[in-house]
């Protein structure tokens, strides 16, 4: 049984409430919850922080533990060379996701610090977009 770990950053524990017509309607817990159903044969765990401390940490402690991390960074995606370094530094395979369509909003949002030590990107899919990457991800380790 393959590990995946789901990670989110910086105020993704407010999808629900947060600028509902960007990124939807619906708490991550619920989409969650739908996601183990639709995939019972894949251990998944899921965590969010709004530290990017922690979010570093949890991507170290994931290598090896996991099989692969689905990764939304939210605003550290645009920020952060330490958030970089650990997807560079870890083995396992890293996807980044974003919810909203990033090439169609601020120029400060084109700007991906991580875009090239990802394994792929999904962008602009809605929360839908996780379900895609953990298709996509479980096809390339389960070969
Ligand atoms: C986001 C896009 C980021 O620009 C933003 O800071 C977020 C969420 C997305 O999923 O669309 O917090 O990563």
């Known amino acids: 049984m393959k590990r995946i770990l789901i990670l989110n950053g910086p105020n993704l524990n407010l999808l629900g409430k947060r600028q509902p017509e960007i990124y939807g309607t619906i708490p991550f817990e619920v ?7 639709q995939f019972p044969q894949t251990q998944l765990e899921y965590f969010q922080s709004n ?11 994931a290598d ?8 939304n960074p939210a ?14 530094a870890i083995e ?7 919810i909203s369509n990033i090439h ?3 120029d400060f949002r084109k700007i991906s610090y991580i875009k090239d030590v990802v394994k792929f990107r999904v962008i602009g899919k809605g929360l839908a977009g996780y379900k895609e990457a953990l298709e996509k ?3 390339e380790i389960e070969g």
């Open 31 to 37: 989409f969650f919850e739908q996601l183990k159903k």
């Open 51 to 61: 530290h990017e401390g922690d979010l570093i940490d949890k991507l170290q402690q």
């Open 64 to 71: 090896g533990r996991f099989d692969a991390v689905i990764f």
């Open 75 to 88: 605003a550290y995606t645009h920020t952060s060379i330490a958030l970089r370094d650990t997807v560079s």
């Open 92 to 98: 396992i395979p890293v996807v980044e996701v974003h």
């Open 104 to 106: 169609e909003r601020e």
């Open 137 to 139: 991800i479980l096809l």
